[in-house]
């Protein structure tokens, strides 16, 4: 997954060609866990407990608004199956009722009409663009649509 330049095309993340480098990258995440900076689940077919099609994750944790935003990526060959819409549901659903946020959102490149859908079939609002708002590694500085979802609507 980690070396499909596809998979990363509207992300900000770099692929990674070398074993080495995605063994360190994973060594990250309990290092950002344990940080409560970013943590990240595994995306695993049910009764497939062995396959991993995609990650998603919570990070930049605001907690004097109590807010979080999330992200996903799946492997392209799980790609339209709905693995990234079942995964924000289960993420939000967790992040309201057992983490008691009052704001998850998403930040998505305006070309990725994939990512968009995910958002809205989970009843994300689109609330707006920011013009040259992020600097994302690989991509450089990028506009970004913004989607929110709140406790009260989720409920």
Not at 30 to 37: A, E, I
Not at 47 to 63: K, S
Not at 97 to 102: L, P
Request: glycine residues 8%; aromatic residues 12%; contains cysteine.
């Amino acid at each position: 997954m980690y070396d499909n330049v596809r998979v990363f095309e509207y992300c900000g993340i770099i692929p990674k060609h070398n074993i080495k480098t995605v063994h360190k990258m994973i060594g990250h995440f309990d290092r950002d866990y344990n940080k409560k900076s970013r943590i990240k689940w595994g995306i695993f077919p049910q009764n497939q407990e062995n396959t991993l099609v995609g990650i998603i994750e919570a990070m930049d944790f605001n907690q004097k608004v109590n807010m979080v935003t999330i992200g996903y990526y799946l492997g392209e060959e799980y790609w339209g199956k709905g693995f990234a819409t079942e995964s924000v549901r289960m993420l939000a659903a967790f992040l309201f009722k057992n983490v008691n946020v009052n704001r998850i959102q998403a930040e998505v490149m305006p070309e990725n009409e994939a990512s968009k859908n995910v958002l809205l079939k989970n009843n994300f609002i689109k609330e707006g663009l920011l013009r040259q708002e992020s600097y994302w590694s690989g991509k450089g500085v990028v506009d970004v649509e913004i989607y929110g979802l709140l406790k009260n609507e989720y409920i």
